[in-house]
């Protein structure tokens, strides 16, 4: 007797391949413009790739579009003119192949069979001959025309590179653009800052001067390192770790902390002793946010409402404002983001920005600290919001930030006396997210 299978019992789709996965998140990001977080969180095959393939894959995606101007440069050496956008996917399996063959150190065998493997059916079928000749030259040639490129500049879109010149001058603008290029490392905050050198040990991380801990790249999945189920740590680039602290002591303060989620600053804030009130727009966030702070056994209050608008009950005796912004100083963690943020978004998000100071100042009592934050490297979402909110006649004051207070390290505090990490900050140690982050005090 001949069984047959039932339709339902067959794969409706093949086993997932971890190139064929990087693929479709290298378009959802570019094509789709989905960020590369959301292309992630949306791939549903990736719970299906081992846990190698799965790192595979990812890391695959965020080196393209990191080396994106590099891989195109590239590419566009070996064709005599540029593919149709029509046939966009073929270009995007020759950035994969490139990035593999030339960045990666991929065999060159497997670069190029199993990028000709992604190429069997749809519209890219007719283009095996045409990926054979492009790899094949960049296997021979790739290298040395790779040595002549200008990198930095290549990789980093022109209205950022501009910005960054005439804020920083060019060579600041090429150390952030060649830090932004590579993995950054895994950076943890502490619950207990007493323990640091004790759960560096455990984890083979190095203690930064700022208190952070450091981990290299490919330590592998985050939930599965010692001290995650305990809630000993939380995962806050040490950039970022910076900013809550300039409140100074907040023991026992009623502490807002405003733009709150997913709650790095309010696991910071919580663990120092502080009353906070964690304010967010976005109930989801809000949800990860409380997630997060059970893990680590802490509590604040939450509140979802508009930070433009929304007051406390009562004024606050310290706030935080760590404002949404263009996040263009965590290329290095989204390179999504240099694909998908444009010159013309920060006008709305400039706006936002000072409608929220403005309100931040006026939630604080006379006399507290408010600090302003982004994870911006323009200058219109830094400086610029704080000088206009002040000189709209909000009634604060700007205050120096001493190296002290973080970690001794000068070069992180500008001529105004405010923070500004850049990318390529504590290079030897693997550098840093780019913040903006200036102390207030309301006036009394
Ligand atoms: C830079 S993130 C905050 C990161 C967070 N402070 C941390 O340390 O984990 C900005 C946050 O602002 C929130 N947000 C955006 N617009 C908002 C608004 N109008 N009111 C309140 N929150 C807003 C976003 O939902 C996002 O969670």
Request: negative net charge; hydrophobic residues 50%.
């Given at each position: 007797m001949s069984v047959s299978t039932p339709a339902s019992a067959v794969p409706s789709f093949p086993p997932a391949n971890a190139r064929r996965v990087a693929l479709d998140l290298l378009r959802a990001v570019l094509r789709g413009r989905h960020s590369l977080d959301e292309a992630l969180a949306n791939e549903g095959r990736l719970a299906q790739l081992d846990v190698r393939d799965r790192a595979f894959a990812r890391h695959l995606v965020a080196t393209s579009l990191r080396r994106l101007g590099t891989l195109d440069?590239?590419?566009?050496?070996c064709l005599d003119r540029p593919l149709k956008r029509e046939?966009?996917?073929?270009?995007?399996?020759?950035?994969l192949g490139t990035c593999q063959l030339l960045i990666l150190g991929t065999p060159p065998h497997?670069?190029?069979?199993?990028?000709?493997?992604?190429?069997?059916?749809g519209k890219q079928a007719g283009f095996k001959k045409l990926i054979t000749a492009v790899l094949r030259r960049l296997e021979r040639e790739g290298a040395s025309w790779l040595a002549d490129l200008d990198t930095a500049q290549v990789d980093t879109p022109a209205w950022l590179w501009d910005s960054w010149s005439a804020a920083y001058g060019e060579s600041t603008a090429r150390a952030i653009a060649l830090a932004q290029s590579v993995e950054p490392p895994l950076d943890l905050s502490l619950l207990d800052a007493g323990g640091a050198e004790s759960w560096a040990e455990r984890l083979g991380a190095t203690v930064l001067p700022t208190g952070s801990l450091r981990l290299p790249t490919g330590r592998g999945e985050v939930a599965r390192l010692p001290g995650f189920d305990e809630g000993a740590w939380w995962v806050q680039d040490a950039a970022a770790a910076l900013p809550a602290r300039l409140l100074g002591p907040v023991a026992g303060k009623r502490v807002l902390d405003l733009c709150a989620a997913p709650g790095g600053k309010t696991a910071q804030l919580a663990a120092a002793g502080a009353q906070v009130a964690a304010v967010d727009a976005d109930p989801d966030r809000l949800a990860r946010l409380i997630e997060n702070l059970n893990r680590l056994s802490l509590a604040a209050a939450t509140v979802t409402a508009d930070a433009c608008r929304w007051r406390p009950p009562r004024p606050a005796e310290a706030v935080l404002l760590d404002a949404p912004c263009s996040a263009t100083g965590t290329l290095r963690r989204h390179p999504d983001i240099a694909h998908l943020?444009?010159?013309?978004?920060?006008?709305s998000i400039v706006a936002v920005q000072k409608?929220?100071?403005?309100?931040?100042?006026?939630?604080?009592?006379p006399g507290a600290p408010v600090v302003y934050?982004?994870?911006?490297?323009?200058?219109?979402?830094?400086?610029e919001v704080v000088a206009a909110v002040l000189a709209a006649g909000a009634p604060a004051s700007c205050e120096r930030i001493d190296a002290d207070e973080v970690g001794g390290l000068t070069e992180l505090i500008d001529g105004e006396g405010a923070l500004r990490t850049l990318p390529c900050h504590l290079a030897q140690h693997?550098?840093?997210?780019?913040f903006y982050a200036r102390r207030l005090r309301k006036a009394v």
């Open positions: 440069a590239l590419i566009a050496r046939f966009g996917i073929v270009q995007d399996l020759l950035r497997a670069a190029v069979a199993e990028t000709l493997r992604l190429a069997e059916k943020k444009r010159a013309e978004d920060l006008p409608r929220m100071l403005a309100n931040a100042i006026a939630c604080a009592e934050a982004v994870c911006s490297l323009q200058p219109e979402e830094g400086p693997g550098g840093l997210d780019g």
